[in-house]
C-alpha cells in the first residue's frame, strides 16, 4: 500500500521568500505523486503532477516540484512566496491504475507574512 | 459554469435525522467519488462510481448510501445521523480511473450534526 508524510502541518514564511513544503512517499511500484491546494472554503485543485516524465514539474502559480527517487520525496518550492498563497497544500500518491488508489497526507497549512 | 457542483454547501442537523447530498459533474467525466474531510483536514475517500458502477466502498457504515442515477450525477444519503458523521464531505470526478488522472473537487458541503 502507497503512502505518503508531510513533514509540518503548519509553515509560515515570509512574503517574498522561499517557499519549501515536503512530502515524502512510500510506494511498491512506480508513483504517481500529486499536489494539491485547498483555499478557505473551496475544493481541491491540482497544483501538479509527476507521472513518470520529467523529474522536475511546474504547475500552476509558479510552483514547482522535484520527485527524487533516491530520497523518496516530492517536494513543493516556490521562489518568491505571494499573499495568495496561503492555503492548505495536500500531497498524494497513486498507483499506476485507479484514481480510487489516490491517498492524500494530512496537508500542510501555509501561512504568508507580510 | 461550476464543473463539479454540491447542495448544499452547508447542512445543519439533529441526531438520527437523514439527510442527502447532491453532486452534478459537467465535465463529462466516467469516474465519480465522495471524500470526507474531517476537522483535522484528513481526506478519506468513500465511495468511487465509474460509469454508474460501484468500484469502491472504504469501510463507510452502511448508514451511507451513494445513488449515482446517471453518470453525471452521484448522490450520498446519510441515515441515522451521528455526531461522528459531522465533516467536509467533497464530490470529486476525474476523467476514467486511471491514476494519471486529475480529480477534480466540488467546494464541499459541511455537515454538522448537534
Known amino acids: 500500500a502507497q503512502s505518503v508524510t508531510q513533514l509540518g502541518s503548519h509553515v509560515s514564511v515570509s512574503e517574498g521568500a522561499l517557499v519549501l513544503l515536503r512530502c515524502n512517499y512510500s510506494?511498491?511500484?512506480?508513483?504517481?505523486l500529486f499536489w494539491y491546494v485547498q483555499y478557505p472554503n473551496q475544493g481541491l485543485q491540482l497544483l501538479l503532477k509527476?507521472?513518470?516524465?520529467?523529474?522536475l514539474v511546474k504547475g500552476i502559480n509558479g510552483f514547482e516540484a522535484e520527485f527524487k527517487k533516491s530520497e523518496t520525496s516530492f517536494h513543493l518550492t516556490k521562489p518568491s512566496a505571494h499573499m495568495s498563497d496561503a492555503a492548505e497544500y495536500f500531497c498524494?500518491?497513486?498507483?499506476?491504475?485507479?484514481?480510487?488508489?489516490?491517498?492524500f497526507g494530512t496537508g500542510t497549512r501555509l501561512t504568508i507574512i507580510p | 459554469d461550476t464543473a463539479v457542483s454540491q447542495t448544499p454547501k452547508y447542512l445543519v442537523t439533529q441526531m438520527g435525522n437523514d439527510k442527502s447530498i447532491k453532486c452534478e459533474q459537467n465535465l463529462g467525466h466516467d469516474t465519480m467519488y465522495w471524500y470526507k474531510q474531517d476537522s483535522k483536514k484528513f481526506l478519506k475517500i468513500m465511495f468511487s462510481?465509474?460509469?454508474?458502477?460501484?468500484?469502491i466502498n472504504e469501510t463507510v457504515p452502511n448508514r451511507f448510501s451513494p445513488k449515482s442515477p446517471d453518470k453525471a450525477h452521484l448522490n450520498l444519503h446519510i441515515n441515522s445521523l451521528e455526531l461522528g458523521d459531522s465533516a467536509v464531505y467533497f464530490c470529486?470526478?476525474?476523467?476514467?480511473?486511471?491514476?494519471?488522472?486529475?480529480?477534480?473537487f466540488g467546494e464541499g458541503s459541511r455537515l454538522t450534526v448537534l
Open positions: 510506494s511498491s511500484v512506480p508513483p504517481y
Open positions: 498524494a500518491v497513486s498507483v499506476s491504475f485507479g484514481n480510487e488508489k489516490l491517498t
Open positions: 470529486a470526478s476525474s476523467q476514467d480511473r486511471t491514476g494519471t488522472g486529475e480529480l477534480f
Open positions: 509527476y507521472t513518470s516524465a520529467a523529474t
Open positions: 462510481y465509474n460509469n454508474k458502477e460501484l468500484i
